[in-house]
């Protein structure tokens, strides 16, 4: 028996997300998800969680730098962030390695912004991801670790470990740069879980004394209807609970 974590991203973009994110706590589905702090669904989530309807201990930070409005001004200044005011999320193209001085500043007041927001409406965040796994990109994350961990988070989301399928050279390079980066999570003070994926990932896989993330999507479908990770069939999600079931479901709160 593992340990998992299974975490619902993007709670807070939308109210119709919010809706099926508490549905997964309460159907067993999920135990824990992160909070974006810039989109349409913040005020919403947060009422939901003043409200007992969400887990107050299983809640994180969705860091965004992707979509949506920014909450600090410099940072829409920044062509390689932002376009008309808002994030364009053609940052996650390719590789981030390397930023300027002005990049670093704004992004670190930014990253700084949406944490504060966080804790301003009474939520302490188990732990921090990235919205399109941005806090995974280099520059950014090797940027904004100072503030992370001077705000008191202390537990971060692995690089993902489990389901790449890139072969070839490209594939050597990409499983090289996880393993690293997860390396200097570790070294940076970060506590993490041992691996990370998406629930087919781990279905077939035996799972003993580790301790795992489980990222999970609620998708919208063409008629309105919030999937798990997209997928429009009960056999899924009755999946997915037979797997918790079978481990010891926790949240961040819990390493």
Known sequence: MARIIVNAD????????N????????????????????????????????????PENAVGIHLNLT???????????????????NF???????????????????????????????????IKPTHLDG???IHTEWAIFQSSKKTILNSRISKIRLSRTAGIHFSGVKGLLKKLYKFQFNRWLSLSGFSTTNRMGEFTDFFEAPLENEIVEIMTHFVRDASGNYNLDGIAKDEY???AKAFNEKNNLITFHSL
Do not use: W
């Open 10 to 17: 993007d709670f807070g973009l939308d109210v119709g997300t």
């Open 19 to 54: 809706n099926a994110i508490q549905l997964g706590f309460e159907d067993g589905l999920i135990s824990s998800t992160t909070l974006l702090a810039n989109l349409s669904g913040f005020d919403d989530a947060v009422e939901r969680i003043r409200q007992g309807k969400i």
């Open 67 to 85: 979509q949506g409005k920014p909450l600090t001004n410099g940072i829409i200044n920044e062509p390689r962030f932002c376009r008309d005011s």
């Open 88 to 122: 364009h999320g053609e940052i996650r193209r390719k590789p981030v390695l390397n930023l300027s001085s002005s990049e670093k500043m704004n992004l670190r007041l930014e990253v700084s912004a949406q944490i504060k927001k966080v804790y301003e409406a009474g």
């Open 131 to 133: 919205h399109h796994h």
């Open 237 to 239: 999600k009755l999946l």
